[in-house]
């Protein structure tokens, strides 16, 4: 029998065992394993000098970083939100006892749509907190106009964004607050991991006394959590940060790939807006419908190649949510896959996946 080989959809970067190592005879010369140490310091420090921003905060993943900037605005009310995400940006509003309202997405963009946005504010709107799909950035000027008009903050996860840029600012630089996940899975991370992001001294000042306890030595301020992160963490990350740009030029050849072969495939993917230099985080492929899509999945298993649902299912439609609709995003999240892609992804990998997913397009 043909041995067939499995490839998966993402894969983690690793970097040289060596790098890591280094940091981590230093940590145990220092004994210093958690707690806002030195490695801690150091990764937010060159992420706020690479990102262009004020202030890091490095914790413990990418939800806790959604979750502490509701807490400590102390919101109750309705955070407007987008159905086409990971469970996550819905979660944590849950969490904080807030209620999610959905605004439907832009089908070209996969973004929220800002006159969704208009048209779900109420008097107990208190947010807006969205995803930049893909790594695409959400609308940020007609959002940023809405929130001034109507006196909302704006939250914007990044967990696709790291990286990225439009308009020559980082993406994760919009917004009261911007959030990123460093999971092993993401493009950039540290195992697990995180950092809110944010401008405004007064609120980074208030997100750090949360990440750890709300107290400082025997002073206790304010309500606090736990979602500070290890030194094991910050050296991951810190051990990867300067293979970063090779990271995203690899995928960037992957990317060129996919986008020659989907006129023939007659598939579409996710527009990218003027003035967005790109971090290539995903490469979803949407089809006419979710039947079609389910097809194309299992053919492509038969060939050892792993696609994943992302996002699905719309978030509105989640079991312990009622009633929402929101057509667009139904639509997509039922039709999409994401192809394969990571660094170490061949060059003929790719090909051979178009050539099967071509195989299987023309089966119909
Ligand atoms: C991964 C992800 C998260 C959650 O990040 P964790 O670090 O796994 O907690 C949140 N939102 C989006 C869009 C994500 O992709």
Redesign the pocket.
């Given at each position: 029998m043909e041995t067939i080989k499995k490839i998966q959809v993402t894969k983690s970067f690793l970097p040289p065992k060596e790098d890591y190592l280094a940091y981590i005879d230093k940590i145990w010369e220092s004994k210093w394993l958690t707690n806002n140490g030195p490695f801690a310091r150091e990764l937010e420090q060159k992420l706020a000098s690479f990102l262009d921003v004020k202030h890091v905060l490095f914790v413990a993943?990418?939800?806790?970083a959604?979750q502490v900037p509701l807490k400590v605005w102390k919101f109750d009310g309705e955070v407007i939100t987008t159905p086409f995400?990971?469970v996550?940006?819905t979660s944590s509003i849950m969490w904080e006892n807030c209620t999610p309202v959905f605004a439907d997405i832009d089908p070209n963009t996969c973004c929220i749509s800002p006159e969704a946005i208009e048209a779900a504010i109420t008097a107990r709107t208190q947010a807006i907190m969205t995803?930049h799909v893909y790594g695409i950035p959400s609308d940020v000027e007609a959002i940023e106009a809405i929130a001034r008009k109507h006196k909302l903050k704006v939250v914007y996860?990044g967990?696709?964004a790291f990286g990225g840029n439009y308009k020559g600012r980082s993406i994760l630089s919009y917004g009261d607050v911007s959030t990123v996940?460093?999971?092993a899975?993401?493009l950039y991370h540290s195992v697990?991991?995180?950092a809110i992001i944010t401008n405004d001294d007064e609120l980074a000042a208030q997100m750090k006394l949360a990440r750890s306890f709300g107290h400082i030595g025997d002073e206790h301020y304010s309500l606090g959590i736990n979602c500070k992160n290890s030194e094991f963490h910050a050296a991951m990350g810190l051990a990867i940060l300067p293979y970063f740009g090779e990271i995203v030029e690899k995928r960037k050849e992957i990317f060129k790939v996919y986008d020659a072969a989907l006129p023939k495939l007659k598939l579409k993917t996710v527009t990218k807006p003027a003035g967005l230099d790109y971090n290539y985080p995903y490469y979803p492929v949407f089809f006419e419908s979710e039947e079609e899509a389910l097809r194309i999945k299992e053919g492509l298993e038969k060939s050892g190649i792993f696609t994943r649902r992302y996002f699905f299912p719309s978030l509105n439609l989640l079991p312990y949510l009622t009633g929402q609709e929101c057509p667009v995003a139904e639509r997509l999240a039922v039709s999409v896959l994401c192809l394969p892609l990571y660094h170490d992804l061949s060059i003929p990998e790719a090909e051979f996946i178009v050539e099967r997913l071509s195989q299987l397009i023309d089966q119909k």
């Open positions: 993943n990418g939800t806790l959604l995400s990971y996550a940006t995803t996860d967990a696709h996940s460093f999971h899975t993401k697990e991991g995180g």
